[in-house]
């Protein structure tokens, strides 16, 4: 079976758009050092680790979820505690067995924000970038952090974006795009000419509607 196409399973609709709520983000990172299971082992793990996803999404904890291709994923929980997040994904098999690197950020949408969607899904693949601070950031980069915010509204005005979210002040985000980063983007983003942030691109699947795009 393959779980990459087992995305988002919510029965209620919930719809965030134009709102300033905020949520926890979390990075489910691929181990490259995770202890080998027999197949059936993993197979089992992974179908407890859906039964959770589930649970989670039908008690209103969940709001979002989809896997990278290669390896790992994300979770949008519908809290901003970070204490009330990890006792919610304490209770997954795969995270209990040590499959994944867990990674609990503030979550601050600021293009769209994310929805609950119902059945029948339709799954689509997103270029998935992060913003990483790679150098201790203060106030004194705030007029190249407000040029970095000018470029990604430029980025929206063209319609490439479907989502944008930051994890707080100098803390990096994440960017959600219909296709790939343009390169005038990199070149042209002071932020990252400057080294102050870094990028990782990595392809996501996630049902249509996830983050309240048409």
């Not at 990459?4 to 489910?28: N, P």
């Not at 067995?97 to 293009?111: F, Q």
């Not at 915010?149 to 974006?161: A, P, V």
Request: charged share 25%.
């Amino acid at each position: 079976m393959r779980y990459a196409i087992i995305i988002l399973l919510l029965s209620s609709s919930l719809s965030v758009s134009g709102q300033t709520k905020t949520y926890s983000f979390v990075f489910l990172h691929k181990k490259s050092d995770a202890e080998p299971m027999p197949k059936e082992q993993l197979d089992k793990l992974m179908e407890g680790h859906m039964a959770n996803i589930t649970r989670l999404a039908e008690e209103g904890k969940l709001i979002a979820a989809g896997p990278f291709e290669g390896g790992g994923g994300i979770f949008v929980l519908n809290t901003t505690s970070v204490e009330e997040a990890g006792l919610w994904l304490s209770t997954d098999p795969g995270i209990k067995a040590n499959r994944w690197d867990i990674e609990i950020l503030p979550y601050i949408p600021r293009v769209r924000s994310v929805c609950a969607v119902s059945e029948p899904y339709e799954m689509v693949t997103y270029h998935f970038v992060r913003f990483m601070v790679a150098k201790p950031a203060t106030q004194n980069h705030q007029s190249i952090f407000n040029q970095h915010d000018s470029h990604l509204k430029q980025l929206e005005q063209k319609g490439d974006i479907v989502t944008e979210a930051t994890f707080g002040e100098f803390k990096g985000g994440i960017l959600v795009l219909k296709g790939e980063l343009p390169k005038e983007y990199l070149d042209s983003d002071p932020a990252i000419r400057e080294g102050i942030l870094s990028l990782d691109i990595k392809k996501l699947w996630i049902a249509k509607g996830a983050f309240c795009e048409k």
